[in-house]
């Protein structure tokens, strides 16, 4: 990340120009365009920072999140308690931080697993057609006629005590179908660009047709589409925790801490506040990393252009 | 509203029916004003044909829009615009509505979304007359039924009951047109009103059109960007550039004696049919301005081989040429007058310079090969045959057919040579070029690249051949990847072929150096080229493996008139220093006369004839060769007045369900003329290609005859 860019011209225009004469390839391109966007920038330092904030803090801060503190019931933020306490007396900040772990990882792996798994089931279907299309759709309307909610609910008790990185799957595994159906739609407009016949034409195997050509085409919908997921997915395990599957106590996580604040947002507000402002300050930082890596990748925006 | 009622102002008077003057239009956009008309005054006379001709951008549709009061709203308007005397500009949309349509018509490029799809062709034209209470309801039906039968639509009165998707484009086109002359209008603003379609209908609408004008007597405005069109059809021109006209004259006089070097590019960088000797083309450097902060100066200074220290400052007006008709110089250009934006045009006129003094030219070095039996065949067609069956049903599907769309196709490519594919759209060009680049077995017949069966290829093989046989593609925005930088777009089939990261760097710089463009543009995306630059970037990854064989697909028929000429001689020049053969499919047979060695006409999936460019465009022998041929504009007045055309009758048949016997007899001009006994023989038999003419000329057609249509190559 020390690369410091120089400017390219922005136009294809005649005349003399000063330009870096070595030849970039896409990734470099990419990226030199990526850290010219500063709140793209700003977002990706923010997540990291949640990161390390979430796994470290543990480490030096004194309560721990299950630990009751008898003398402190229901009190506001203070330098003892930075967030304050609930009505058992335990650390809201230890809670938060222990819930961001699992909300951080759960959020943002599902949100880049269903989207890839979408991308790739929907762009070989796409490419594919035929026997492959029509059984890779079948799958798909199949799961989509189940009712997730449910079968997460049946199955979760089979995974009580196991790592709660199952849910991962589980929560990916029903949140691609409608993703895959968008992307094979436009693998299938997509296909018949003269760009991929070319690319066919000169033996490029089928899968790097798929990964070089057909997804990078598609990224701006992708990326949105994940950055959305993300945001729906820790809501979906947090709603998943209320019911009582998912997350369970005493575990926690940002969307068991703010289903139990809900009830008090107005009387004891940082119960609530906390944890819904990590909640807010992750899928922003998502969705303007999001935006950023889009700008970057797509070469009609002019906001990742040099100026 | 009086003023310019139908009797206060009938045909008799003497004026101009439109008066244009200084008109400017602008849009704003997001980076800024875009000025699209830049003060323009013209006038067109009653009965006459005015060609507005430029490139894509130069202003020409928007003035016309302009005129019809058309533009969107937040166009700024500003000048005059009079027709018949009243001032149009200012007007309200309701106002200009009684004239629009009525005394003013317009025929637009695109016949398909000019008509409603939900209502007969009849009822819409029924309805231009209904609008404007010219007729009663009884009356507007009748009358809509001889519109079409004037516009020559066969059995009109069922056609009138007929929907426009059940029509073909060349006759949409004429229903757009009758619709126009429904009221008997003064003016017809036709709008680019062939380019969509073939040449042969074209031919057909470009002849509708002027019998339309012979009818009501109306003066027609004619927009394109084709020389040759402009030179059989018009009775003035006016070029306009950047938003200006450059030049305005006669249209002899400005075929013979241009005077402003955009013209004189023009002109050059067009290949014509009846061209002498093989020169190469001119290109006219650089591309158009963009139209947003114009600086000042003549907009065509960059591009200019002409150019002085005050072309860059001062843009020229347009004036009288010295020489001719001297009028006195006023904002008010008299009609008839050559007038040209030119500082220098006085010099050109001294000297009356031909576009290669202007321009210069250098030669394309003569290619030097073996007689074309020794060379080796790179490509050998036989009898290669695709059908695309034609299936009913949801639940159980059956075959009701097949769509014919190559049906036993057969010619043979040698090394270093360029066999130029030619026919009209659906006669099976494109299917010919992907059975062959797909390099698998095909549905019959055989196909063999570099003497090797492609029906025989394992993987290994094929990626081995794909290396020999490259593709350039007809749109040069589709066929590049708009998410990959031009280096890796070119360096993609280095790639495949293993070929490690600096070599490809290396090599990617000697392509870009190769098409004429700049080491540095490979870090950037194809949507910051233009149109031209784009086609030389696909055809550099095209080059990139040193293929032997190339096949270009339509590779200029996107292209702007003065762009064209330069990849024209790019792949002339390329063919020659590299020895790469060609196999260029287009439809116009101007550009493959120019480049082509040898030609294949193609109809409804057979190739009608085959042989050398000088034999077949010379001397051709099939009737739809000739037929071809002689739809082609040729870009000069004197020369396309003398024609004689061979004109087609309708379409091309449906390739699901081809004539018995000769697929050509349906539309064929000679079988007209043939008696019964030679007719049965065209309906029964179908004809086998063989040789007629000399050398391997082969022509399939029972009563093959030479007629010489163009001049060609005398």
Redesign the interface.
């Known amino acids: 990340m020390t690369m410091t860019p120089a400017a ?1 011209p922005a ?2 225009t ?1 005349g003399p ?1 000063e ?3 070595e ?4 990734g470099a ?1 990419v990226l030199r365009r990526f850290l010219r966007n500063k709140l793209g920038v700003t977002s990706g330092a923010v997540l990291v920072l949640l990161f390390v904030v979430a796994f470290l803090a543990p480490v030096f801060y004194p309560w721990d999140y299950r630990a009751q503190d008898d003398l402190a019931l229901l009190t506001p933020p203070s330098p003892a308690h930075w967030f304050g306490t609930n009505q058992l007396g335990e650390d809201l900040f230890a809670g938060s931080i222990r819930g961001l772990q699992k909300s951080l990882v759960i959020g943002l792996l599902v949100g880049v697993i269903s989207t890839a798994f979408a991308a790739t089931v929907g762009a070989a279907a796409g490419y594919f057609g035929k026997a492959v299309d029509r059984a890779l759709m079948w799958v798909v309307d199949l799961l989509l006629v189940l009712p997730s909610f449910l079968i997460i609910a049946i199955l979760s008790p089979a995974f009580r005590g196991k790592s709660w990185l199952l849910l991962v799957v589980l929560l990916s595994g029903f949140s691609w179908m409608i993703t895959a159906r968008i992307v094979r739609g436009m693998t299938l407009t997509l296909r018949e ?3 991929i ?3 066919r ?4 195997p089928a899968w790097k047709i798929i990964t ?2 057909l997804i ?2 598609m ?1 701006s919908l992708l990326i949105i589409d994940a950055t959305l997921s993300v945001g729906a997915a820790i809501l979906a395990e947090s709603a998943l925790s209320f019911f009582g599957f998912g997350i369970q106590p005493p575990d926690v996580s940002v969307g068991t801490l703010i289903a139990n604040g809900t009830d008090s947002a107005l009387t004891f507000p940082w119960l609530f506040l906390f944890p819904a402002g990590l909640l807010t300050l992750t899928v922003l930082a998502v969705n303007f990393l999001g935006d950023g890596l889009r700008d970057a ?4 925006s002019s906001r990742g252009r040099a100026r | 509203m009086s003023a310019i009622d139908r009797d206060s102002a009938g045909k008799r008077s003497d004026g101009p029916v439109l008066q244009v003057r200084d008109l400017e239009v602008s849009f704003p956009t997001e980076s800024g004003r875009v000025m699209a008309v830049r003060g323009v005054s013209f006038d067109v006379a009653a009965s006459e044909v005015l060609a507005v001709v430029g490139e894509s951008g130069s202003g020409k549709s928007v003035s016309a829009l302009a005129v019809m009061g058309l533009l969107p709203p937040q166009a700024r308007l500003c000048g005059s615009i009079r027709f018949r005397g009243t001032e149009l500009i200012g007007k309200s949309d309701t106002d200009l509505s009684r004239i629009r349509g009525h005394r003013i018509a317009m025929v637009f490029q695109d016949p398909l979304s000019a008509l409603t799809p939900i209502f007969t062709v009849g009822d819409q034209i029924a309805e231009a007359l209904l609008i404007h209470g010219t007729a009663s309801r009884r009356q507007a039906g009748q009358r809509a039924v001889e519109l079409l039968d004037l516009v020559g639509i066969a059995n009109a009165t069922q056609r009138a009951r007929g929907f426009p998707h059940e029509f073909s484009g060349g006759m949409r086109q004429r229903v757009v047109i009758a619709m126009a002359i429904a009221n008997d209008p003064d003016l017809i603003i036709a709008d680019e009103p062939t380019t969509a379609l073939d040449v042969t209908v074209q031919a057909q609408v470009l002849e509708v059109l002027r019998t339309a004008q012979q009818v009501t007597g109306a003066a027609i405005a004619l927009i394109t960007h084709d020389l040759g069109v402009v030179a059989g059809f018009a009775d003035r021109v006016m070029v306009m550039y950047a938003g200006r006209a450059v030049e305005t004259a006669p249209v002899d006089d400005l075929f013979d004696h241009p005077r402003m070097p955009y013209t004189l590019g023009l002109l050059g960088s067009i290949p014509r049919l009846d061209a002498t000797g093989r020169h190469p083309l001119i290109p006219i450097e650089g591309q158009p301005p963009s139209m947003i902060g114009l600086g000042p100066g003549c907009p065509f200074a960059p591009r200019c081989p002409m150019v002085l220290d005050r072309c860059r400052t001062t843009e020229p007006d347009l004036l009288p040429v010295a020489g001719g008709e001297h009028g006195a110089v006023s904002v008010c250009v008299p009609l008839t007058l050559h007038t040209a934006a030119c500082w220098r045009s006085g010099e050109i006129e001294r000297t009356d310079a031909g576009p290669a003094e202007v321009f210069g030219l250098d030669d394309i070095p003569a290619v030097d090969l073996p007689p074309r039996t020794e060379r080796r065949t790179v490509l050998r067609v036989d009898a290669l045959a695709r059908h695309y069956p034609v299936r009913i049903g949801t639940i159980l599907r059956r075959t009701v057919g097949a769509v014919r769309a190559v049906d036993g196709v057969s010619f043979d490519i040698r090394e270093g040579e360029v066999l130029g594919l030619v026919g009209e759209s659906g006669c099976g060009k494109t299917t010919t070029l992907m059975e062959i680049l797909e390099l698998t077995p095909p549905m019959s017949g055989s196909i063999e690249v570099l003497g090797r069966d492609v029906a025989g290829l394992d993987r290994r093989e094929r990626l081995a051949v794909r290396r020999d046989l490259q593709v350039v593609f007809q749109d040069p925005v589709a066929s590049l990847d708009p998410r990959l930088p031009v280096g890796d777009v070119i360096g993609e089939p280095l790639a495949v072929h293993g070929m490690g990261r600096e070599q490809i760097r290396e090599r990617v710089r000697e392509l870009l150096a190769l098409v004429g463009l700049r080491a540095d543009h490979a870090n950037r995306y194809p949507a910051e080229f233009s149109g031209g630059q784009r086609q030389r970037i696909g055809i550099a990854r095209a080059l990139a493996l040193e293929p032997k064989l190339l096949v270009l697909d339509e590779p200029v028929s996107a292209l702007d008139v003065s762009i064209r000429a330069g990849v024209i001689n790019l792949l002339d020049g390329l063919r020659v220093r590299l020895g790469i053969a060609y196999l260029f499919v287009a439809h116009d047979l101007a550009v493959v006369g120019h480049i082509a060695d040898r030609v294949a006409v193609m109809y409804l999936g057979k190739i009608v004839e085959i042989g050398d460019v000088a034999t077949v465009f010379g001397a051709p022998r099939h009737p739809y060769t000739q037929a071809l041929l002689s739809a082609i504009p040729i870009p000069d007045p004197r020369v396309e007045r003398r024609r004689e055309r061979v004109l087609l009758h309708g379409d091309l048949p449906s390739p699901a369900d081809p004539p018995s016997g000769c697929r050509f007899r349906t539309r064929c001009p000679l079988f007209g003329t043939l008696d019964e006994t030679d007719r049965s023989s065209c309906i029964d038999a179908e004809p086998v290609r063989r040789q007629r003419g000399p050398g391997d000329h082969e022509v399939a057609c029972h009563f093959a005859r030479v007629k010489e249509v163009v001049q060609y190559r005398s």
């Open positions: 390219p136009v294809a005649a120009v330009i870096p004469s030849t970039l390839s896409r391109l660009r003269e760009y016949k070319a690319a034409f000169m033996g490029l070089r050509h990078p085409n990224a990748l797509d070469p009609s």
